[in-house]
């Protein structure tokens, strides 16, 4: 798993909109990268919807929010479509994007990790807990706590 202080992996992948995303071009603002096991499931499900209900506030202080899990562009359309989720969801089903970051699990599903990556690309903190409740109130404490 890649640490604290390091660059985040580059990854180029789809996205539930079928555009690509390359996390590159997000320099220059916060990235909160969550992995989820998979879409539409119960814990998945309470994070994700987590992120969407503080996302308009974390956008407004320049902070982008990029979920990944390794379902495909349709799962993960469909995810986005019934929750509402106004955040990119990456389709990692090559799984490169889990392997890259180290939480790929034997079953072939993501763990449920959350790397916060300043605006200069390094890794500043990471979330390692199959609460998902934690992971956005962990994004909330970081970045919307005055």
Do not use: W
């Not at 660059?7 to 220059?28: E, M, Q, V």
């Not at 609460?131 to 919307?144: E, S």
């Amino acid at each position: 798993m890649p640490s604290i202080g390091e660059i985040a992996p580059d990854f180029d992948a789809p996205t539930a909109t079928g555009t690509t995303l390359k996390l590159s071009s997000l320099r220059g603002h916060p990235v909160v990268l969550y992995f989820y096991p998979q879409a539409d499931t119960p814990g998945c499900t309470v994070e994700s919807k987590g992120f969407r209900d503080i996302y308009k506030e974390l956008r407004d202080r320049h902070v982008e929010v990029v979920g990944v899990s390794c379902d495909s562009v349709d799962d993960q359309c469909a995810f986005a479509e019934k929750y509402a989720l106004p955040f990119p969801l990456v389709a990692d089903a090559s799984k490169s994007v889990a392997t890259a970051y180290a939480v790929l699990r034997p079953s072939g599903r993501a763990r449920r990790v959350t790397f916060f990556i300043g605006g200069d690309g390094k890794i500043q903190e990471i979330v390692d807990s199959s609460d998902a409740a934690n992971h956005v109130a962990k994004a909330h404490a970081r970045y919307l706590k005055a």
